[in-house]
């Protein structure tokens, strides 16, 4: 069965960083592509980036949004992949997803971390 | 970047009735590269279509998407209450990777 798994949310002041973790298991992940998806609250969904598989060349794409403040990262020995988020402000609060990517779009979903960006 | 914009923003309806929720795309979305997902409160969201027309493993068959180019559509026939939802497509063709706004099927 496939899970994933994120943590590392919680409420962090504007300016500061945070890493979330994703732990992935029940498939071979050093296969998959893997993307964070992340939604404020009560709004829609918003694409953050994604990790390409390291046969791929484990090069990584984010969103404009994030560009230069948020790195993508994996460690296919332990079936992690991580969100780096430096600088944070307030309009970063959301819950984040961690998802397989399947040729683009996400088969599967974790249940998400909540990130509060606030003084 | 491709701004898809979905139809109606909220779709009242009854257990039995089809809904049909449409997605329209900024621009051609490359290799009809086009998903949808289906998210109830508190949860998180679900794929239900992926390549514009094939569900994804445990949809069942009363879902089905068609289109191509910038139009896309996803019916949903005699809705079950469980279908009840918050329904986002995505473009996943090109970079960077765009959801829409949503569709709120609601009783």
């Known amino acids: 069965e496939v899970q994933l798994v994120e943590s590392g949310g919680g409420l962090v002041r504007p300016g500061r960083s945070l890493r979330l973790s994703c732990a992935a298991s029940?498939?071979?992940?050093?296969?998959?592509?893997m993307t964070w998806v992340r939604q404020a609250p009560g709004k829609g969904l918003e694409w953050v980036g994604f990790?390409?598989?390291?046969?791929?060349?484990?090069?990584?794409e984010n969103a404009a949004s994030v560009r230069d403040r948020f790195t993508i990262s994996r460690d296919d020995s332990k079936s992690i992949v991580y969100l780096e988020m430096n600088s944070l402000t307030t309009e970063d609060t959301a819950f984040y997803y961690c998802?397989?990517?399947?040729?683009?779009?996400?088969?599967?979903w974790g249940q998400g971390t909540l990130v509060t960006v606030s003084s | 970047e491709i701004v898809l914009t979905q139809s109606p923003g909220t779709l009242s309806l009854s257990s039995g009735e089809r809904a049909t929720l449409s997605c329209r795309a900024s621009?051609?979305?490359?290799?009809?590269?086009l998903a949808w997902y289906q998210q109830k409160p508190g949860q998180a969201p679900r794929l239900v279509i992926y390549?514009?027309?094939n569900r994804a493993s445990g949809i069942p068959d009363r879902f089905s998407g068609r289109g191509s180019g910038t139009d896309f559509t996803l019916t949903i026939n005699r809705l079950e209450p469980e279908d009840f939802a918050v329904y986002y497509c995505?473009?996943?063709?090109?970079?960077?990777?765009?959801f829409g706004g949503g569709t709120k099927v609601e009783i």
């Open positions: 029940g498939f071979n992940f050093r296969a998959y592509a």
């Open positions: 995505q473009q996943y063709g090109t970079s960077p990777l765009t």
């Open positions: 990790i390409r598989s390291n046969p791929d060349g484990g090069t990584t």
């Open positions: 390549g514009t027309s």
């Open positions: 621009q051609s979305v490359n290799s009809n590269y």
């Open positions: 998802t397989r990517s399947a040729a683009g779009y996400a088969d599967y």
